[in-house]
């Protein structure tokens, strides 16, 4: 009996021996994580994302857009373009200059008529327009008639009417009329037609602005002569002028010169004796040019 219980004994701890051994072997299967502790700081691994299919869209921040620029105003253009028109009416001789204000007149026109009717100043456009309108209508009338010669002043005793040829006190017309030697009474009766128009201008009471040192007044004095000149009545208008009434040139809205006032309205520039006629109605004889 003794032998068997020693093999029972050996035979049960050889089991419980390989359980432990298969038990100690299952729960060692995963090793324990060790951390490793470092003296550098960590850097967090960069996350990668999914790509995904769809194109991405742009973010309204991202999008230009190509922005207008903004348009000038036309209204001090015109203002601009009038007032150059209005310094070349002050010294306009021939076609060429007319047809130039004319064109400067007809702009300042279509700015002011661009003008948007939410515009602050679209009613004082509109008064602009009807003004400028008048001017250009001037301006054209200047280049039918800038092209005949300057008028100048007639002397009464130089010339005579053509009905009238100068007659020599040594020659006497034929036996059958009587003969009337020239006297100077006769010769003196005689009114050239620029006087006449003077005197008219006179009558109607026409003016003319100007200053001292206005060239383009000059001419516009130069065809009318001296006798003729006496009759027109002509308001200096700068300050530092002989019997200056710069006053009633700023209460006459004067703005160039010289202007002419007819019958309550202003022309600007100088003109030839033919347009003073027209624009006055004047009524007689018009050979103003020798």
Not at 134 to 151: D, E, F, H, T
Not at 220 to 248: H, T, V, Y
């Amino acid at each position: 009996m003794q032998p068997h219980r020693v093999s029972l004994v050996l035979i049960t701890r050889t089991l419980t021996i390989t359980l432990l051994g298969i038990a100690a072997g299952c729960s060692q299967a995963e090793p324990p994580q060790t951390t490793v502790v470092s003296d550098k700081p960590s850097t967090p691994a960069a996350t990668t994302l999914p790509k995904s299919s769809a194109p991405a869209k742009a973010s309204p921040a991202s999008t230009s857009f190509a922005t207008p620029a903004p348009q000038a105003d036309p209204f001090p253009q015109a203002m601009d373009t009038a007032m150059g028109a209005a310094t070349l009416t002050q010294s306009a001789i021939c076609q060429d200059d007319w047809n130039l204000i004319a064109n400067q007149w007809q702009r300042a026109i279509v700015l002011l008529k661009s003008l948007p009717t939410s515009h602050p100043k679209r009613a004082l456009a509109q008064q602009k327009i009807a003004e400028y309108q008048r001017k250009l209508a001037y301006a054209k009338q200047q280049v039918v008639v800038g092209s005949k010669p300057i008028a100048s002043s007639i002397s009464p005793s130089s010339t005579l009417p053509a009905s009238q040829p100068p007659t020599s006190p040594t020659q006497r017309p034929p036996a059958s009329v009587p003969f009337q030697p020239t006297t100077p009474s006769t010769q003196s009766s005689y009114v050239s037609p620029t006087v006449a128009l003077a005197r008219h201008l006179q009558k109607i009471g026409a003016k003319m602005y100007t200053t001292f040192w206005c060239s383009a007044c000059r001419r516009q004095e130069q065809q009318f002569g001296e006798e003729a000149l006496s009759l027109i009545n002509i308001i200096e208008c700068d300050p530092r002028g002989k019997n200056a009434q710069p006053r009633l040139c700023r209460e006459s809205g004067i703005r160039a010169y010289p202007t002419w006032e007819i019958n309550g309205q202003l022309y600007e520039g100088g003109m030839p004796l033919e347009t003073l006629a027209n624009l006055s109605g004047y009524q007689g004889s018009r050979n103003f040019s020798n």
